[in-house]
Nanobody, 124 residues
Framework: VQLQASGGGLVQAGGYLRLSCAVS????????VGWFRQAPGKEREFVST????????YYADSVKGRFTISRVSAENTVYLQMNSLKPEDTALYFC??????????????????WGQGTQVTVSS
């Protein structure tokens, strides 16, 4: 399974961005795809995840109500719509896929495949 993240950029506080994660390879083995982020000097943190069927979605409290994760099955792409961006959302954003349903959604070590990051910078 390969993941390609894109869509990052520089935006002012209050603005929006849409990240894309293109998934290829053995997609039949995927259980869920999620987004994580890592700011300089900080640990990686969970942002959001969606079951591959799209039936279940989860969000970190810090982004709930502002970010929306969705999947377009025909494109094998998972999107993260980010609205009302804040400077504290600045980070390198990664998409990741997991094959198993076991373990917590927000645990990065439960994800088997990772894409390269896309930088999101929110200016105040």
């Amino acid at each position: 399974v390969q993941l390609q993240a894109s869509g990052g950029g520089l935006v002012q506080a209050g603005g929006y961005l849409r990240l894309s994660c293109a998934v290829s390879g053995r997609t039949a083995s995927i259980y869920a795809v999620g987004w994580f982020r890592q700011a300089p000097g900080k640990e990686r943190e969970f942002v959001s995840t969606s079951s591959w069927s799209g039936g279940s979605t989860y969000y970190a409290d810090s982004v709930k109500g502002r970010f929306t994760i969705s999947r377009v099955s025909a494109e094998n792409t998972v999107y993260l719509q980010m609205n009302s961006l804040k400077p504290e959302d600045t980070a390198l954003y990664f998409c990741a896929a997991r094959s198993s349903s076991l373990g917590y959604w927000y645990k990065g070590d439960r994800y088997d495949y990772w894409g390269q990051g896309t930088q999101v910078t929110v200016s105040s």
